[in-house]
């Protein structure tokens, strides 16, 4: 019962609008997917291929239903000097090591580290995102006649201006098609889809990669294999939580870093480029009413019909109407309430949010933006907690007494050997309380060790009072003291 529900659910729920969306987003994926082909070196069918491919395996293997994912920018810049330097089939035995690295990842529940990701980090990931799919729509505008600008204006006043008046079809499908008979009918003078590159006009075989089977191919080949398998998890994850802000539901994250695996896997073998989740394109699928994986299914299915049953009529797409599209989705990820936060978030927030965007920006690599606002996002949590550490301490005649609470970790510890007195004339007994405090790993062990044993070896009495079990057991097992633990100090209040 529950299998059946969710077939309904998935693939029953709404079937005319997720159709819909699906097609939408596959006249999207067109000059994207041969964008992301020539950026590899590829021939534009590797990239095309890859998409349908991509699309259609993740739709039934995809923990997070409506996302779209196929061939992208971000696996397609790793794999350029690959191409160059050994050919395009060392790029297809590479992408089926991809695959079964993510599936190794899956089984380690690599997906887990998500929750390192920061909400800062996530608003700036989107952000830069949006910014470089504005970016990537800047050469479809330089150098081109009025007509390109007209018809770019007009595919955004009916993207914006159709939904007030009907939501039957979805807004970009009608500003595509529309813009579509415009510039045919008028004969135009703007870019289509068939200026990106030659479409297929053959559906894909299995493709044996014809490369030695050997270990020097795998020294080759498994540096980029791996690299694609991080950059392209990273950006699934990242858009599959995205989506699920988007959608108001949950999604299974290790089911997607599978099936992310299984759709490369099985793409490098009808040779297709790697590929992950797409931000754009799931934000078109989801704003036309795509939820559902029927709408993933459609998005794949129907890119690989138009390209070889309509690829004459598809090529004839004026490219200024698909920019418009673009246009909107770069305007539709942008987090503009994030202006609005800078004024009362944490400052430490927004340099995170903000780090991450001009990374990303500037080197134009996903992986090492957030890698950069998760390590800020780290620092600055260590630095706020150390402040939350309170030492006091108070002498009466030949004692002196420690208080000691708060967080004690790496980024703390030092401020333990700060507030002891060593060579203290007149005190003979030494008590440290730390009934207020945690300690989390053996840099904290090991800072208390170090006074106790300094002051024990300055002949002073030294009593440890209120180390909680948990404490306890780490000063217990990893401690350097000299004597046995019962000696040390004593557990509880």
Excluded at 281 to 292: D, E, F, K, L, P
Excluded at 321 to 339: G, K, N, P, Y
Excluded at 442 to 468: C, F, H, M, P, W
């Amino acid at each position: 019962m529950p299998i059946q529900n969710n077939i309904r659910r998935d693939w029953l729920s709404n079937p005319k609008t997720e159709f819909l969306a699906g097609l939408v987003v596959a006249l999207a994926l067109i000059p994207e997917a041969i964008g992301f082909a020539i950026i590899a070196g590829v021939d534009p069918s590797v990239g095309l291929y890859a998409s349908f491919s991509i699309a259609v395996i993740i739709a039934f293997t995809g923990g997070r239903p409506g996302m779209i994912s196929a061939a992208t920018a971000a696996v397609a810049v790793l794999v350029g000097p690959l191409v160059r330097e050994h050919g395009v089939e060392y790029l297809f035995a590479a992408t089926i090591l991809m695959g079964i690295f993510q599936g190794i990842a899956a089984l380690l529940r690599l997906d887990l580290l998500m929750r390192f990701v920061s909400r800062s980090v996530i608003t700036g990931f989107v952000n830069a995102l949006a910014i470089l799919i504005f970016m990537a729509q800047l050469p479809q505008l330089t150098g081109v006649g009025w007509e390109t600008y007209a018809m770019v204006a007009a595919g955004l006043a009916i993207i914006y201006g159709l939904p007030r008046v009907t939501g039957i079809v979805p807004a970009p499908l009608a500003a595509i098609v529309l813009l579509a008979l415009v510039a045919i009918v008028g004969e135009v003078d703007v870019f289509s889809v068939g200026d990106m590159g030659a479409l297929p006009d053959s559906i894909p075989l299995f493709h044996l990669p014809q490369v030695p089977f050997t270990l020097e191919t795998l020294r080759i080949i498994a540096p980029f294999s791996l690299a694609m398998a991080a950059v392209g998890l990273l950006e699934s994850l990242l858009t599959a939580g995205i989506v699920d802000d988007m959608t108001e539901t949950r999604s299974d994250k290790r089911r997607e870093t599978l099936g992310q695996g299984i759709a490369n896997f099985c793409t490098g073998w009808i040779g297709g480029m790697g590929g992950c989740a797409m931000i754009g394109q799931s934000v078109i699928n989801v704003t036309s009413g795509g939820c559902r994986r029927l709408s993933t299914f459609v998005a794949g299915s129907m890119l690989l019909f138009l390209i070889v049953v309509l690829g004459p009529w598809v090529a004839q797409i004026p490219m200024p109407a698909l920019v418009a599209v673009m246009i909107f989705v770069s305007i539709s990820t942008f987090r503009w309430q994030s202006f609005l936060e800078i004024r009362h978030h944490p400052w430490q927030s927004n340099i995170v949010m903000l780090a991450t965007v001009f990374t990303v920006v500037w080197t134009h690599d996903l992986s090492i933006g957030v890698l950069v606002g998760v390590l800020l996002s780290g620092i600055f949590f260590a630095g706020k907690v150390r402040e939350l550490v309170h030492l006091s301490s108070e002498r009466h005649g030949t004692t002196r007494t420690y208080t000691f609470s708060g967080q004690i970790f790496f980024a703390s510890a030092d401020r333990l050997v700060e507030a002891a007195w060593f060579n203290e004339d007149g005190v003979k007994d030494v008590t440290m309380d730390v009934s207020d405090a945690h300690f989390w790993d053996i840099s904290a062990t090991g800072a208390l060790d170090k006074i106790v044993l300094r002051l024990r070896a300055e002949g002073k009495q030294v009593e440890v009072i209120g180390l909680n079990e948990a404490s306890a057991t780490m000063v217990e097992k990893f401690g350097e003291h000299d004597k046995p633990f019962e000696s040390y100090g004593t557990v509880g209040h």
